[in-house]
C-alpha cells in the first residue's frame, strides 16, 4: 500500500496531479480541497495517499492531510459509495460541511453532490452517525484559500474537473460561465463554480 509520497509537483489539472518521486511519475486524483493547499507547479509537495485495486485498474488518490485521507476512507466503507463519489463530497463539501451534515442529518445538502441520490444520502448519514464523533476530533476541516498556478485555458480545466467529478456538461459549462469574471485563476475558478452548483 502506498501511503505517502514527497516529490515535485509537475503538473496539475484537476481532479489529476502528477507528481515527481525520485524520477518516477504518479498520477494522482485529488478533492478540490486538497488542490487548493498545492503550490505551484516545480515545487516540492507532500501528500497522504489511498490506492485502490481493481481488475482494470489501479487508482492513487492523494491528499494534503491524513484527516482528509480518513475522511475519505470512512466514505469508501459506505456501501453505494465509490472513490469517484467520495471524491466528489470532498470537492462539493469541505470536510467540516460534511460533518455538520452528518450532525444534522441533513440529506437535502448532500443531494447537490453528483452522484447522491435521496436514498444513498439517508444511507450514507446513517452509516456516518457513529463515525462523525471520531472524524470531528482528528482534525478534520476544510480546504485552505486557493492558489497556485493558471493554465493558459483557466475555463476549459475548470470544466473539464466538474465533468470529471460526475456534473452534467451543460450545468458546468453554464456555473463556470457564471463565475468567470470574478475568478482568481483556475483553483478558485472551480471553486466557485462548486458553490454555485452546489445551490442549485
Same mark, same amino acid.
Given at each position: 500500500?502506498?501511503?505517502?509520497?514527497?516529490?515535485?509537483?509537475?503538473?496539475?489539472?484537476?481532479?489529476?496531479?502528477?507528481?515527481? +518521486?525520485?524520477?518516477?511519475?504518479?498520477?494522482?486524483?485529488?478533492?478540490?480541497?486538497?488542490?487548493?493547499?498545492?503550490?505551484?507547479?516545480?515545487?516540492?509537495?507532500?501528500?497522504?495517499?489511498?490506492?485502490?485495486? !481493481?481488475?482494470?485498474?489501479?487508482?492513487?488518490?492523494?491528499?494534503?492531510?491524513?484527516?482528509?485521507?480518513?475522511?475519505?476512507?470512512?466514505?469508501?466503507?459506505?456501501?453505494?459509495?465509490?472513490?469517484? +463519489?467520495?471524491?466528489?463530497?470532498?470537492?462539493?463539501?469541505?470536510?467540516?460541511?460534511?460533518?455538520?451534515?452528518?450532525? !444534522?442529518?441533513?440529506?437535502?445538502?448532500?443531494?447537490?453532490?453528483?452522484?447522491?441520490?435521496?436514498?444513498?444520502?439517508?444511507?450514507?448519514?446513517?452509516?456516518?452517525?457513529?463515525?462523525?464523533?471520531?472524524?470531528?476530533?482528528?482534525?478534520?476541516?476544510?480546504?485552505?484559500?486557493?492558489?497556485?498556478?493558471?493554465?493558459?485555458?483557466?475555463?476549459?480545466?475548470?470544466?473539464?474537473?466538474?465533468?470529471?467529478?460526475?456534473?452534467?456538461?451543460?450545468?458546468?459549462? !453554464?456555473?463556470?460561465?457564471?463565475?468567470?469574471?470574478?475568478?482568481n485563476g483556475r483553483e478558485d475558478l472551480i471553486r466557485l463554480a462548486l458553490q454555485l452548483l452546489s445551490k442549485r
Amino acid at each position: 500500500m502506498i501511503g505517502h509520497l514527497r516529490g515535485t509537483l509537475i503538473e496539475k489539472l484537476p481532479p489529476f496531479l502528477l507528481l515527481d +518521486v525520485n524520477g518516477v511519475g504518479y498520477e494522482l486524483e485529488a478533492p478540490m480541497t486538497t488542490f487548493y493547499d498545492l503550490p505551484d507547479e516545480r515545487e516540492d509537495v507532500s501528500l497522504y495517499t489511498h490506492l485502490v485495486v !481493481r481488475e482494470d485498474a489501479q487508482l492513487l488518490f492523494g491528499f494534503s492531510d491524513r484527516p482528509q485521507r480518513e475522511l475519505f476512507r470512512s466514505l469508501l466503507k459506505i456501501n453505494g459509495v465509490g472513490p469517484r +463519489v467520495a471524491l466528489a463530497i470532498l470537492s462539493t463539501l469541505s470536510a467540516v460541511q460534511f460533518v455538520q451534515c452528518v450532525q !444534522r442529518q441533513d440529506a437535502l445538502t448532500l443531494t447537490t453532490v453528483p452522484g447522491i441520490g435521496k436514498k444513498t444520502a439517508e444511507r450514507m448519514l446513517l452509516d456516518m452517525r457513529d463515525r462523525v464523533a471520531d472524524l470531528a476530533g482528528s482534525g478534520v476541516a476544510g480546504g485552505a484559500m486557493p492558489g497556485g498556478a493558471d493554465s493558459h485555458n483557466p475555463e476549459d480545466d475548470a470544466l473539464g474537473a466538474l465533468l470529471a467529478l460526475g456534473y452534467r456538461q451543460q450545468d458546468a459549462t !453554464r456555473a463556470v460561465r457564471q463565475v468567470a469574471e470574478e475568478a482568481n485563476g483556475r483553483e478558485d475558478l472551480i471553486r466557485l463554480a462548486l458553490q454555485l452548483l452546489s445551490k442549485r
